[in-house]
């Protein structure tokens, strides 16, 4: 059973372009819901996370909203850039931390010039 | 600030063999988490390290072992190899076993022939 869902598989946006990738979660005991970025050859990145008692964080071109009651969450990618090619994995868990991150299975993300 | 480090890069063993992968957790960092990212997967969680004790473990068999030392690195060992366990072996390590934030090394790449 996939308890996180995440989509689009891959996605190829212009650079300058807004890259957006959903998540959904079945869960409701997931209070915890981090993005990780990674590069071909290296490990995933935490790049941004969110906890349910907000809606919206945003840490420079990167933002994640969150829709409890839908039991979804995005990351927005703005101003998208050739480096922010990579692919990308949303994640959950509960806490306390010593849970499992639970992950998406990832979406591959191109940015073209 | 050291951050996570494995070893080896890349493995190459035979069906039946046996493997011990390594891993140095990121300074101040006292858990430690293993996952196997199988190819266009997301991570998946095989077990957590605190205190040298098993903390959590995942959806894996009992041929899937571990280690952890009073220096909080990890070993992970996997007996009877499987074409199956082909994957990138993932170590993550934490601040303690009550933070949701992981931080991940740039994996094993084990191949099984």
């Known amino acids: 059973q996939q308890q996180v869902k995440q989509s689009p598989q891959s996605l190829i946006v212009q650079k300058g372009g807004i890259s957006i990738i959903n998540c959904a979660y079945e869960?409701?005991?997931?209070?915890?819901f981090p993005w990780y970025q990674q590069f071909p050859g290296k490990g995933p990145a935490l790049l941004i996370a969110i906890r349910p008692d907000v809606s919206e964080k945003k840490e420079g071109r990167f933002t994640i909203s969150f829709n409890k009651s839908a039991k979804q969450f995005s990351l927005h990618i703005m101003d998208s850039q050739p480096g922010d090619s990579a692919t990308y994995f949303c994640a959950a868990s509960m806490l306390p931390g010593n849970t499992p991150l639970v992950f998406g299975k990832g979406t591959r993300l191109s940015v073209i010039a | 600030e050291t951050g996570v480090t494995q070893s080896p890069t890349h493995l190459i063993k035979t069906r039946g063999q046996q493997v011990t992968l390594r891993c140095s957790s990121q300074s101040g960092h006292n858990t430690v988490s293993w996952y196997q990212q199988a190819l266009g997967q997301g991570p998946q969680f095989i077990f957590q390290?605190?205190?040298?004790?098993?903390?959590g473990r995942g959806n894996f068999p009992p041929r899937f072992s571990g280690l952890q030392f009073p220096n909080y690195s990890s070993e992970l060992n996997v007996n009877a190899l499987e074409l199956d366990d082909s994957a990138l072996y993932l170590c993550?390590?934490?601040?303690?076993?009550?933070?949701?934030?992981?931080?991940f090394g740039p994996g094993t790449r084990l191949t099984v022939l």
């Open positions: 390290y605190y205190r040298e004790e098993e903390n």
């Open positions: 869960n409701t005991a997931f209070d915890y």
């Open positions: 993550a390590s934490s601040p303690g076993p009550s933070y949701n934030e992981q931080f």
